[in-house]
């Protein structure tokens, strides 16, 4: 849980003929604000300011990050940093202590105390702590007031602090979705004789994280402004090099060029406008690896830009660039900026002398939403124009076989017919299936690094893919639909022995055949041969659901069916065939992807940048997947059972083994990801989302065949109306579903 404190401190004002600093302390947690209380804490005594004047000038003797015409020489001599930096501390900790704090009666003020007091019992050790100081005046902004020991042993990691001006205003950011995921970073090095292979690397590094440097090294100003006007806008701006601010700390300046004289050093101000536009654009963060940035931080905010990091006074490279490595070590973690912050100031406090580690500080705007790594990014995704056209071509591709059907065997009853023998094929697409495809595009959508092992296992996708459609193509038990109207085939009668021993029948079962069933003495020419004939057969499927004698035509249809029968007649196959292909195609891919994407969350999770969401779209996908199970269990049950004998049902034959593998590692895996990705928040909620869809697949497979058969099957009157009706109800339902994840699921 993240909770925030909020000092507002005003200018000096005269109570009781005495010059006091009006303080209002504000607490808030998750929800809000939760507290506030106004009191008056004494100016900054002598003996700290002096104190603080001594950490400036002597810190600063070691800072070669100064703009060049302003460098000063160093003075000589040996300085105890420690000595100075704990002195500062006590001092600091001396002002803001009980006596320090006042009352409007000019009395002394316990209630910052106990309210700090009372806070510190409602967190724990694993919370953490964000703490804004907000005022106008330099010297305040530059104390170390991380250092203040009633704020500094709140959890284990300390607390960090940030500044801010008192006045600011909230910017709204419009994150517009990209085709290609990253966090877009402008980087410009000032000065390449201080050496900037370090901080190149430490960029460089966040490609594999998702970011996206563009690097400017000595740039002129013109080559600053083009690159500040990109139409894609930045994330974060990053300078190395020599800066300044003047006295009070209102205006920055930084020096991009060396060798371009006053041409190379730039203030704020004169990149107003371009700032602004890239500000209101995405631009997050702007961190200056360089010295003095205070002013900087001034009129960056002013712009409303959500968050600085700055150094207070004059920094070394040494440390500017080891606050870099640590900072953007935790950043793509995922730890918020502050946390990020702290945890790179704990890395200086070890390597560097006490007093170094207090330079770097965050400026940030109060209003400004929290920032963390993943937050800069937006769903990879298509413009709305072509997210519709592939829309439209995906609900064409979905919708095909049943069109086809309609439209090449001419009639709505040769539909029907179809649907209610192959509903598995014909209807489940386009009721359940464009709800996985869908599912699944968002689940892309948050993929921002596309990992070696997931572009592995999409191949993987692919490959599996092609070997069922190849066995599917190939294999006996071919559907009506795939024959055209006029198919046809003679097989001799030396090669009708083969087959009745191959599929279990026999030419008496055959010719016992009755006749209200089929009239079988056409079939049988003079020679023998047995002549196929869709025409004929198709019409005697109804008359065989009526009969109690199947055995015969069962046996005609496990021969009609083979597809070495048909194998050198391929001019008889039908236009609606490949209208299957795409729907198995679809089935099949889709499903076999989602291991990929379950696999991808498992074993890259850095590589998405909205967890929760991605999970939950993952689970809608496996939800329209495991709706297929019912409709496949119908065609093995009832189709398979009616057209080629209870023996010919094959519950693991084919790509059912295949699919009920699938469910099981999809199942187990999407189990694991939710505990070791989901936020505490998501995951009962995803939990029983995943439970509740497995429990009503389960349910479905048991007691939904039955449903199917009276909606769909062969036992329903006209499958037409429900499926239509099924679609109307289902898709305004899945839209509003879309449109509550879109605004509820976050990533916190």
Not at 275 to 284: D, E, P, Y
Not at 311 to 333: G, K, Y
């Amino acid at each position: 849980m993240t909770w925030k404190i909020s000092f507002k401190i005003g200018g000096r004002v005269q109570l009781n003929n005495t010059e006091v600093l009006p303080v209002t302390l504000a607490i808030y947690d998750q929800h809000g604000q939760i507290e506030e209380l106004v009191s008056f804490l004494s100016p900054l005594p002598k003996s700290l300011s002096n104190k603080f004047k001594d950490w400036q000038y002597y810190i600063g003797l070691q800072g070669d990050r100064k703009v060049i015409k302003n460098r000063e020489n160093r003075t000589s001599g040996v300085i105890n940093l420690t000595e100075l930096a704990n002195s500062l501390k006590a001092e600091l900790n001396k002002w803001l202590g009980r006596d320090g704090w006042v009352d409007e009666n000019g009395q002394p003020d316990p209630r910052v105390s106990l309210v700090l007091q009372k806070f510190r019992e409602k967190i724990t050790q694993k919370d953490e702590v964000q703490i804004i100081i907000q005022t106008e005046d330099r010297e305040l902004r530059g104390l170390p007031w991380q250092e203040w020991d009633t704020l500094a042993g709140y959890t284990s990691s300390g607390v960090e602090v940030a500044i801010s001006a008192t006045n600011f205003k909230r910017l709204t950011q419009k994150q517009t979705p990209q085709l290609k995921a990253t966090a877009r970073i402008l980087v410009v090095f000032g000065d390449e004789k201080l050496d900037f292979a370090e901080e190149i690397n430490f960029i460089k590094s966040l490609r594999q994280h998702g970011g996206d440097p563009h690097i400017l090294r000595e740039p002129t100003r013109k080559q600053l402004e083009e690159k500040l006007q990109d139409s894609q806008g930045w994330h974060i701006f990053f300078f190395a090099g020599h800066s300044e601010s003047d006295r009070n700390g209102r205006i920055g300046r930084i020096q991009i060029n060396p060798t371009d004289g006053k041409e190379g050093i730039i203030e704020i101000a004169e990149l107003k406008d371009l700032l602004t536009g890239a500000i209101q654009k995405r631009l997050q963060i702007a961190i200056f690896n360089s010295c003095d940035g205070l002013g900087l931080a001034n009129q960056l905010t002013e712009l409303s830009l959500p968050y600085c990091i700055v150094m207070r006074e004059r920094v070394e490279s040494t440390v500017a660039r080891e606050l870099l490595r640590h900072f953007l070590e935790a950043f793509v973690q995922d730890r918020s900026l502050f946390a990020a912050m702290n945890y790179a100031r704990q890395q200086l406090q070890k390597k560097f002398e006490p007093g170094k580690s207090w330079l770097p500080v965050i400026v940030a705007n109060p209003l400004a939403k929290e920032v963390t790594w993943n937050r800069l990014f937006s769903e990879r995704r298509l413009s709305w124009q072509w997210e519709i056209f592939l829309g439209i071509i995906a609900i064409a591709m979905l919708i095909c076989l049943p069109l086809g059907i309609l439209t090449e065997f001419n009639g709505r009853e040769t539909l029907t017919l179809y649907a209610q023998l192959y509903p598995h094929i014909i209807i489940y697409p386009s009721l359940f299936l464009w709800m996985s495809l869908f599912a699944a595009y968002r689940a892309h959508c948050m993929i921002r690094v596309q990992t070696r092992s997931f572009l592995i296992l999409t191949l993987v996708t692919i490959f599996i893919t092609l070997g069922a459609l190849f066995f599917e193509l190939n294999g006996d038990r071919m559907m009506f639909l795939e024959f055209n109207s006029q198919a046809m085939t003679t097989i001799k009668a030396e090669n009708l022995k083969t087959l009745y021993l191959d599929w279990g029948t026999s030419e008496s079962q055959i010719k016992s055949i009755p006749q209200d069933i089929f009239n079988i003495d056409q079939a049988f020419d003079d020679q023998g041969n047995l002549i196929i004939k869709k025409s004929e057969l198709e019409p005697a499927i109804k008359r065989l659901q009526k009969s109690n004698n199947r055995t015969g035509f069962q046996g005609l249809l496990r021969i009609a069916t083979s597809y070495q029968v048909w194998q050198q007649n391929h001019q008889y196959f039908s236009l609606s065939r490949w209208f299957y292909v795409l729907n198995f195609v679809s089935i099949v891919a889709c499903g076999v992807q989602l291991v990929a994407l379950v696999s991808n969350i498992i074993f890259a999770p850095d590589s998405i940048f909205n967890k929760n969401k991605y999970l939950t779209y993952l689970i809608i996908c496996e939800l329209g997947i495991l709706l297929w199970l019912p409709f496949q269990s119908y065609s093995i049950q009832h189709t398979k059972s009616l057209l080629f004998s209870y023996d010919f049902r094959g519950t693991l034959a084919g790509i059912n083994v295949i699919t009920y593998a699938i469910i099981a590692i999809l199942f187990f895996t999407t189990i694991s990801s939710i505990y070791k990705s989901a936020t505490q928040k998501y995951q009962p909620i995803l939990l029983s989302f995943l439970l509740g869809s497995l429990g009503f697949t389960v349910l479905s497979s048991i007691f939904g065949v039955s449903i199917i058969d009276h909606l769909f099957g062969m036992n329903s009157t006209n499958p037409l109306t429900p499926w239509f009706a099924s679609i109307v109800f289902f898709a305004p339902l899945f839209c509003l579903l879309v449109r509550w994840i879109d605004l509820r699921v976050g990533d916190d």
